[in-house]
């Protein structure tokens, strides 16, 4: 009991001391179980780790110090006038556009016969008279060419895709695209004429060096890819809406992108092969993606 | 000494309760840091905490046990052909449909003219053409004609978004949109015909109730509202792209949306009012938003 009273203090300190290391392993493993939530691969596999809106990121204090350009402070507002169609003629244009984006399919047999230049400078065009938040047309469309260029990019595509259906993507989700028959072989980034790289910006850059803010940005440029396949659709070029999973970084790289663009899409675009065939697909009817009230 | 000996036992018993209240407090008050950091919109005020991808979502276990469905095994490939124009008629369909999709803005002066539903029908089936991650087709579009239940809507709107005006958007974005001339006040949403609400399915469900995953389904949601956005300006109506910052759960229990519907954006739908005026803006040109290599 004399031993142990004497050895009163100590186990105070020892036990303070102790306090101390689990606080700090505990503080440690949260974060530590907060990245690996982040990292896991396996549970979401979809998720492209540089595809994130800014609004997904963390926006430091730094960050909010953004300023809006390009719009004078009281800009003018002038009379707007539109298209006025007669009921008859609004029915017809509205089953006439149905009819012809209806035929569009996701075609992954791309001829190498040339497309006229002009007609992917109006398609580029078309998109980007998109909607954007706070119109900050957060686009860039790399359009490549150049066959080396687009040898690079299925290089790259190839060997992360392969990485990808061997291990990222899972089982399950490899099994769901097997029966569309996509697998990591894409050769028609080599066979089409263009390739079209869409790239989000996150942020923009005033002439000041400052970030300008670009509200969903994500959301605008998947609008304009929107408006880019109708275009696409209404000249006769084929395409596939791809995403390629993880090789925004690299492909950013190649292309000489900026930290504030993030691929979103890739459309390989040209005339469909001779020889193409699409799964023999269905979409819903109307009754089932429409809710009237 | 001698009391402090006789009190070992209990200053430990004390010392190892204090642990217990400080491990479980420091778990506590990391787990609200956590929340603290989702729940910042100061920081990050465009984020709508009901407009997460399901790509954001953390993944349990339970989630992961999902299937594919409504394609076979072995789904045949049927030959694809497409329309084909000589190049002439390419370059002038590109420029025409360029042409048209220019003239379209966001008008905020919606008419209270009837619009024929059977053009709504077309423009909501076009949009049902896009494509889709795995073909999931993860959209609803609610289409509201009812009075009642656009003002229902309205009163959801305005309120929440002049808690967001004042409150959550931060003076520099209300300062961006001041420019526009666009404040809580939305009166075109009793006066559009039609307001359409576009909810992305996150995940869908099986007839066995198992949950389905749907792949990148915001970027094929926004996709589909592009074509919209192409198809009602086709035919002379107008809208506004809206994303209705935190109203998504009221108005999901308004419209009767399952849990797994989040809203995306909603589009009053009319054509122009007369005396309707839009902010004198420019689009980027061609040279700003393409780089060809």
């Known amino acids: 009991m004399v031993l142990f009273s004497s050895l009163t203090p100590v186990f105070i300190a020892v036990i303070c001391v102790l306090i101390g290391i689990i606080l700090k392993s505990t503080r440690k493993s949260s974060k530590k179980e907060k990245s690996d939530t982040k990292n896991k691969p396996e549970s979401r596999p979809w998720v492209d780790e540089d595809l994130r809106d800014s609004t997904d990121l963390h926006v430091e204090e730094d960050d909010i110090d953004e300023e809006w350009q390009g719009l004078d402070e009281n800009i003018a507002h002038v009379p707007f006038s539109a298209e006025r169609y007669s009921e008859d003629e609004m029915i017809k244009r509205s089953k006439e556009f149905y009819e012809l984006l209806n035929k569009r399919r996701t075609v992954r047999f791309i001829s190498d016969e040339p497309v006229p230049k002009e007609v992917i ?3 580029i065009k078309t998109a980007g008279t998109s909607p954007s938040g ?4 957060p686009w860039t469309f790399v359009v490549v060419h150049d066959p080396e260029i687009k040898h690079k990019i299925r290089e790259i595509i190839e060997e992360e895709e392969e990485v990808n259906y061997r291990k990222r993507m899972g ?3 490899v099994h769901d695209l097997k029966r569309l028959r996509t697998n990591w072989i894409k050769e028609y980034l080599d066979t089409a004429p263009y390739l ?3 790239f989000k910006q996150v942020y923009g850059r005033l002439p000041n060096g400052k970030k300008k803010t670009h ?3 994500e959301i605008s440029v998947s609008i304009a890819c929107g408006i ?5 659709q209404n000249v006769g070029l084929v395409t596939v809406t791809s995403t390629p999973l993880n090789c925004g970084p690299r492909l950013r790289v190649l292309l000489q992108r900026s930290a504030n663009e993030k691929l979103l899409l890739l459309l390989p675009v040209g005339y469909p092969s001779k020889d193409a065939t699409v799964p023999d697909l269905t979409r819903k009817p109307l009754d089932d993606i429409m809710v009237a009230m």
Chains 1, 2 share one sequence.
């Open 228 to 232: 880019l396949l109708a275009a696409l």
């Open 215 to 217: 509200y969903y940005n």
């Open 134 to 137: 706070a119109h900050t047309e």
């Open 121 to 123: 400078d109006n398609v």
């Open 171 to 173: 089982d399950k989700w």
């Open 196 to 198: 079209i790289l869409i």
